[in-house]
């Protein structure tokens, strides 16, 4: 359980309580921590003596009652009933606060109306369970007045072929019954890469932004959030090179061939035309 | 009437200025749809990329394209809990701090945030945001934070919310805290006053790009 040899190892057996000014409200005093290294016990002494205590485990509780009882006699007259207030502070801020009034803004030139505050599901799937991800839409869309996620075909993230699409079902499964124009989907089309090779209609290449490309990834997109459309569908990164992810600067001798911005385009405006297509065809279908 | 569209709207995401100006021009030239928005990683930390020339094009009075912030907490170095910075500045952080090191193995206390943060949990995704340039900025604007009475995480939201190029911003949490704490913090919109702003302004002035590698 504890690192062998480490300063950690040994955890905190000096406390000191010193006052130091910061650029804080002016200047307070402080509590610092130093660490004296002591080695910890090694494998063959535990192994001898199994119930043997690293000294971390004796220590710490130990230093902790120092070091609060260190701060009640030696800090400033204030530093208690000060420390209650941040104590306070820190409760009123999480049980207490007002819900903010959202603001909403519309998106370029569109009338596509979003709250500034957007919801990112790249966790649920991976670090978060369709539980917790539909909770998470609850909370926001019902208490703070979020309209607005954002997905994407490969999340969650890190994309693996056994999660990918995972975030976009704990989406659907939340949509389900729930009035669809109120929900401002966002949604990617992933940007060229070779080692993601397991996007669904891909056949097992990699990822590209070619017409075709856009238009598998957004039906796949469709079928598995359950719904007829998307909001915002954007381009992940770009299908040419470009330094990525806080990568290093432009590199000329990197640039490759890439589909054309005309064809990334005309992809977008077919999507958007065969929607009004499926539009005409339900009028009709009722009248 | 009710439109419904395949899709409504697209947008760009990881773009550079030169992609959304060519999409803006092809856009025009052969009369297909417009990009709307531009979803790229914008914070304290990372300005630079996106002030130094998409703010420009991205205008309204220009291509109009809303930028969708993500990362506005830097995968949550930005909450300055993973600076160990705050082992100074808060006492109730001290104690949690050291219980938790106390439980924690070595791996874990040789790291700078928690295990489960995406930091940590995916090699490689963010190991521009741990290197000390950052680690130093982040110091710094905590100090601005805590002098004003926000916590870290309000003022780096808060901070992007209020930016006039920022249409939306896209927040990340793990558990039902963080995420109420993300959502609280556009109450704070308005504590981010100009005072601070040009506080802001003058670590940035220090801090170009600290997570350039």
Redesign the interface.
Known sequence: MFPKGTAWGTCFVHVVLRREQISLRGGKSFLKCSVLHIPAISEEDQDQCPNLLQPAMITAPVVLLLMVSLFKVQGSRSSMSRTRSYVAKGFSNMKMMATPEMDYINLGSSDLSVSKVCLGTMTWGQQNTMAEGIEQLDVAFKEYGINFLDTAEMYPVPTKPETQGETDRVIAKWLKGRDRSKVIIASKVSGASERITWLPGRNGNGARVSKKDIMVSVEESLKRLGTDYIDLVQIHWPDRYVPLFGGAAYDQSLEREFYSFEEQLRAFDDLIKQGKVRHGTRISDIS | M???????????????PY?VM??A???E??G??????I?N?YSLL?RSDFESGLTEVCSPSNE???L?A?SPLCGGILTGFSTMYM??????T??LS??L??FM???Y??EDCPK?S?LN??EG??P?YKQSIAQDAVKEYC?IA??H?L?PTELALAWC?KQKHV????????S??Q??????S???IHVVDDEIIAEINDVYKRYRDP???
């Open positions: 009710i439109v419904i569209n395949i899709i409504n709207a697209v947008g760009l995401s990881n773009e550079t992609g060519k999409f021009q092809a856009s030239k052969f297909l749809p417009r990009m709307i928005t979803q990683s990372v109009n394209v809303g969708l993500y082992l100074e500045t808060n006492f109730s001290v104690i050291s219980y090191y106390y193995s070595g791996k206390a040789r489960t995406r949990l995916f995704l963010m521009r100090d805590t002098k009475d916590t919310y249409a939306s911003t896209i927040i990340g949490a793990t039902i805290p995420l109420r704490e993300n959502l609280n556009y109450g704070k997570s350039r590698m």
